[in-house]
């Protein structure tokens, strides 16, 4: 699984980060044809099925991703990424928002331009193999929405926000990124907490998650 999984500092456990090394191959040859924009917090962009012809190459920074009209957060991430690359299925209603939450690196293509670029430069099999990490990563993104139990849910997710930046876990309480990520109730959520919290499992302070020392697969 290290291939398309990183590992979470000293916990040894599993987040779902794609490997970034098969996009700095793109982004590094391909530089010379895209115009980055530093982007400040709060600046968003949106896409849906009848408004999908942009790709937003992001070298770096810290952005969010989620999907309206239901509020539900998909991911916190960090660049450098490739966003809008997956195509919004034309049935869909749904409203996908990019949301910068720390200045942010973007470069803005239209996804014809971006397919003509990787076919001027031979860079085809690069492209397919980051894809094929994104497809992977999107499949451990959906089981640990759907595990069945509460504990496995919030256990999941604080391992996801332990592996985000420590200016975006002080920015947000544990209890809301989760409810964000999973749409458990706030009473189901905190109370999870609670009892990690006095197992010695987690530090929480105020609210906000400063470290996972280690969570069992079941209490």
């Known amino acids: 699984m290290h291939n398309h999984l990183d590992i979470i500092g000293m916990s040894g456990s599993l987040c779902t980060r794609v490997d970034p090394s098969h996009l700095k191959v793109l982004l590094n040859t391909l530089e010379p044809y895209l115009t980055y924009t530093v982007f400040p917090a709060g600046k968003r962009f949106s896409f849906n099925?009848?408004?999908?012809?942009?790709?937003?190459?992001?070298?770096?920074?810290?952005?969010?991703?989620?999907?309206?009209?239901?509020?539900?957060?998909l991911d916190i991430f960090e660049g450098p990424t490739l966003r809008g690359i997956i195509p919004v299925h034309k049935t869909s209603e749904s409203q996908f928002i990019l949301r910068v939450l720390e200045p942010t690196e973007i470069a803005i293509v239209d996804k014809e331009q971006w397919y003509?670029?990787?076919?001027?430069?031979?860079?085809w099999q690069e492209y397919a193999r980051y894809l094929e990490l994104v497809v992977a990563v999107g499949g451990e993104v959906l089981f640990k929405l759907v595990t069945p139990t509460v504990f496995e849910k919030v256990r999941y997710q604080l391992y996801e926000l332990?592996?985000?930046?420590?200016?975006?876990?002080?920015?947000?309480?544990?209890?809301?990124?989760?409810?964000s990520k999973t749409r458990l109730s706030r009473s189901a959520i905190m109370n999870t907490l609670s009892t990690l919290k006095e197992g010695g499992y987690i530090c929480i302070e105020n609210g906000h998650l400063k470290e996972i020392k280690h969570i069992p697969a079941e209490l």
């Not at 099925?49 to 957060?73: E, F, H, W």
């Not at 592996?163 to 002080?170: A, D, L, Y």
């Open 49 to 73: 099925a009848t408004n999908q012809s942009k790709c937003y190459l992001i070298r770096s920074g810290v952005m969010s991703l989620s999907r309206q009209p239901d509020d539900i957060l």
């Open 116 to 123: 003509s670029l990787l076919t001027q430069h031979n860079l």
């Open 162 to 179: 332990m592996s985000k930046p420590q200016t975006v876990r002080e920015g947000v309480t544990a209890e809301s990124y989760i409810r």
